[in-house]
């Protein structure tokens, strides 16, 4: 079965700092990765998502994250945080099926 | 594009009664929908796939019969919570999936709905 690991359930930048959210994933097969982000009592937003296609994938916001399988990690960052990115991050895959496994969740805060 | 609502956003019963939620792709059509529970501070957990014109797919340890779903039309999913007690209290959403069901296909997830079993 296939499964994601966020490391750190919360993280805390400055604005204008770099945002680095880290997530490895396991999968016996090429997984599709997903990250969603969550404002306070809202459903969830796709960020970006990664389908094979090129391995460095752009999304809304200014956010981007690289598909690295020999590490088999799918990292979300933004060079500069702004104080809107304050919400949860969830990273997700999927592998043969059209099913979603989410990580834990990482809180961000951003400090002005 | 690609919007999903639910109805009611907020809703408190008593226990013991009946609650159901909607959920609805606003410009597309979604043949295949999902609802999760979700609780404070945690990460969503797949309660069920809610396919158009079939029975719904319950995962491992989701009462079908406390938590029926209905999937009658290619926009609407209903989640029926029945004879809610408190601990059935939680935030659920739902989401939906354009097109046919594939590897990788995007869901686009409603704003949630907050349900209170007092």
């Known amino acids: 079965a296939q499964s994601v690991t966020q490391l750190g359930s919360h993280v805390s930048v400055s604005e204008g700092a770099l945002v680095l959210l880290r997530c490895n994933y396991s999968s016996s097969v090429p997984p599709y990765l997903f990250w969603y982000v969550q404002y306070p009592n809202q459903g969830l937003q796709l960020l970006l998502k990664?389908?094979?296609?090129?391995?460095l994938v752009k999304g809304i916001n200014g956010f981007e994250a690289e598909f690295k399988k020999s590490e088999t990690s799918f990292h979300l960052t933004k060079p500069s945080a702004h104080m809107s990115d304050a919400a949860e991050y969830f990273c997700a895959v999927s592998v043969n099926d059209y099913k979603l496994s989410f990580g834990a969740g990482t809180t961000v805060t951003v400090r002005a | 594009g690609a919007v999903v609502s639910q109805h009611p956003s907020r809703v408190i019963c008593k226990s013991g009664t009946s609650v159901k939620i909607e959920c609805r792709s606003l410009?597309?059509?979604?043949?295949?929908m999902f609802w999760y529970r979700q609780f404070p501070k945690k990460s969503l957990m797949l309660m069920a796939t809610?396919?158009?014109?079939?029975?719904?797919?319950?995962e491992q340890g989701v009462e079908k019969d406390k938590f029926l779903i209905n999937h009658a039309s290619l926009t609407l999913s209903t989640l029926t919570v029945t004879s809610a007690h408190p601990e059935d209290s939680s935030f659920y959403i739902c989401?939906?999936?354009?097109?046919?069901?594939?590897?990788?296909?995007?869901?686009?997830f409603g704003p949630g709905t907050r349900l209170l079993v007092l």
């Open positions: 410009d597309f059509q979604a043949t295949t």
């Open positions: 990664y389908t094979s296609a090129a391995t």
């Open positions: 809610s396919n158009e014109g079939s029975k719904a797919t319950y």
């Open positions: 989401s939906a999936q354009p097109g046919h069901r594939g590897q990788g296909e995007t869901q686009y």
